[in-house]
C-alpha cells in the first residue's frame, strides 16, 4: 500500500493529476497564512499532506482533500454560481468502493475538504463528516456574491441545505451545512477552526456559530494557550470541561458522542429543583439522558442544537435526524417516535444563551414518507416547554 507521509489512517491515496497549480496555492496559502511548509506531500497524489509551523510557533499536520473550482457557464445552473466537483481518479472507480476521509483518531492531525478557486483566490471549506464517504463524482457550488464577500473582508459563512445524492451508496437525506469561505491569507485561522468544530463535536448549529466568531479571529496567531482561554469564554466551560471533551471524542471503545450543548444540558437538568436523577449516556445508539423527575416520571432525552436561521414566522428551528442511513435503509437516517421521549432544544446558535426548549417526541411533526419516524426539521414553536418538568403540558 502507498505511503502518504506515515499516515496509516489514510485508507486510500489517489494518483492525480494537473493540480501543481492547486498544490502550490495551498502551499502558498501557508505562508499567505504566516505559517512555514516544513513537510509537502508530492503535487500528483490526494490528499495533499502538510507538515507546517504557525507564525505562533505551533506546529500542525494538515490533510487536505483538495477540489478545483471554476466559475463557468452551466446548463440548468444559476450564472452566478463558481463550482466544484469531487473527482479523485477515473469515474469508473468512483463506485467500486466506498472513498473514505482520513482523520486522525489522536486528534493531532487536522483533516480539511477544500474547494480551492485558484483564478478566483479564494478557498471554500466544506464539513468532512458530511462527505465520509467522499461521494466522488458529485458536485457543490457557492454564489458568487459569497465568495466576494470573502475577498472582502477574508471570511464569508453561509448555511447550505444539503438535498439527497444519488452517486453514494449510502442514502443522504436533506440537512442543513455550514459553509466557510475564506482568503489564503486565513488558510491556517481556517485549519483551527477545523479542529476546533472536530474536538468539541460541534453540529452544524454551533459550527455557524463558532465559524461566524473566528471571522475576526487570527486563530493561528494566538498559540495553543491562548486557544484555550478563548474557548473558556465562548463556550461557558472551564479548561477541564474542554479538556474532557476533546480527550472524550478519542475514545475507541465507544463511539462517545456528548459535546458542549450536552454539557450545558446536564449542568441545566441537575440544578432544575423537578428533576431527581439524571445519567448521561454517552453511547452512540442511545439518546443522550435518562432523566428521573421528583414526581416520579422516568424520561429519555435527547439534546439537539436549534438552528442559527430562524423561519418566517420567528420561529426556532432543529435539525432532528442522524448523521448518516444504513446502507439500503434510507429511513434508518430519521429517528423513530419511540426512540426517545423528549427532545431538548438548545437555543445556544441563534441567540448565545445558553437555554433550552422542550417538546415530547409524541407531539413532534412526523416524516411524510415513514409514518413512524421524525420529519428531519422540527419548528420550535410556543408549545415547547422552558422545563424538562413542563414538556407535554
Not at 73 to 102: C, K, L, S
Not at 103 to 117: E, F, K, P, S
Not at 278 to 293: G, I, N, P, S, Y
Request: net charge neutral; charged share 25%; aromatic share 8%.
Amino acid at each position: 500500500m502507498e505511503d502518504l507521509a506515515g499516515r496509516s489512517y489514510v485508507a486510500r491515496i489517489y494518483r492525480v493529476s494537473d493540480r501543481q497549480d492547486i498544490h502550490d496555492f495551498l502551499v502558498g496559502a501557508v505562508e499567505r497564512s504566516g505559517g512555514q511548509v516544513l513537510f509537502s506531500s508530492p503535487a500528483n497524489r490526494a490528499p495533499l499532506y502538510l507538515g507546517v509551523q504557525t507564525a505562533a510557533g505551533d506546529r500542525l499536520g494538515l490533510l487536505i482533500y483538495h477540489f478545483r473550482m471554476t466559475h463557468n457557464t452551466i446548463n440548468n445552473r444559476p450564472a452566478d454560481e463558481v463550482r466544484g466537483q469531487m473527482r479523485y481518479g477515473g469515474e469508473a472507480t468512483w463506485h467500486a468502493a466506498e472513498h473514505f476521509v482520513g482523520q486522525d483518531v489522536a486528534g493531532v492531525d487536522i483533516t480539511l475538504m477544500l474547494g480551492v478557486h485558484v483564478e478566483g483566490d479564494v478557498l471554500v471549506g466544506l464539513q468532512p463528516a458530511i462527505y465520509n464517504p467522499m461521494p466522488l463524482g458529485i458536485s457543490f457550488y457557492a454564489k458568487a456574491k459569497s465568495l466576494d464577500v470573502a475577498r472582502e473582508q477574508s471570511w464569508a459563512v453561509w448555511e447550505h441545505e444539503t438535498k439527497p445524492g444519488k452517486r453514494r451508496t449510502e442514502a443522504r437525506s436533506s440537512g442543513l451545512e455550514t459553509m466557510v469561505a475564506f482568503t489564503p491569507e486565513r488558510l491556517l485561522d481556517y485549519a483551527l477552526f477545523e479542529r476546533r468544530a472536530t474536538d468539541l463535536a460541534l453540529d452544524q448549529p454551533l459550527r455557524f456559530s463558532t465559524a461566524q466568531d473566528v471571522a475576526s479571529q487570527r486563530l493561528a496567531n494566538q498559540g495553543a494557550a491562548a486557544g484555550l482561554h478563548e474557548l473558556e469564554q465562548e463556550f461557558s466551560l472551564s479548561s477541564r470541561e474542554i479538556i474532557d471533551i476533546i480527550a472524550g471524542r478519542g475514545r475507541l471503545k465507544v463511539a462517545v458522542r456528548g459535546g458542549v450543548a450536552e454539557h450545558h444540558l446536564e449542568r441545566t437538568l441537575r440544578a432544575d429543583p423537578a428533576v431527581g436523577k439524571v445519567e448521561r449516556l454517552d453511547l452512540d445508539a442511545l439518546h443522550d439522558f435518562d432523566v428521573t423527575l421528583k414526581d416520579g416520571r422516568e424520561l429519555r432525552v435527547e439534546c439537539k442544537n436549534a438552528s442559527p436561521e430562524r423561519y418566517a414566522n420567528g420561529d426556532y428551528k432543529v435539525e432532528v435526524q442522524k448523521t448518516r442511513a444504513s446502507k439500503g435503509d434510507p429511513a434508518s437516517r430519521f429517528y423513530r417516535v419511540d426512540q426517545f421521549d423528549v427532545i431538548a432544544a438548545c437555543l445556544y446558535s441563534p441567540t448565545r444563551e445558553w437555554a433550552f426548549r422542550y417538546q415530547l417526541t409524541e407531539r413532534l411533526t412526523r416524516h411524510s414518507a415513514f409514518g413512524d419516524r421524525l420529519a428531519p426539521m422540527q419548528p420550535v414553536t410556543g408549545t415547547w416547554s422552558r422545563t424538562l418538568a413542563a414538556a407535554g403540558s
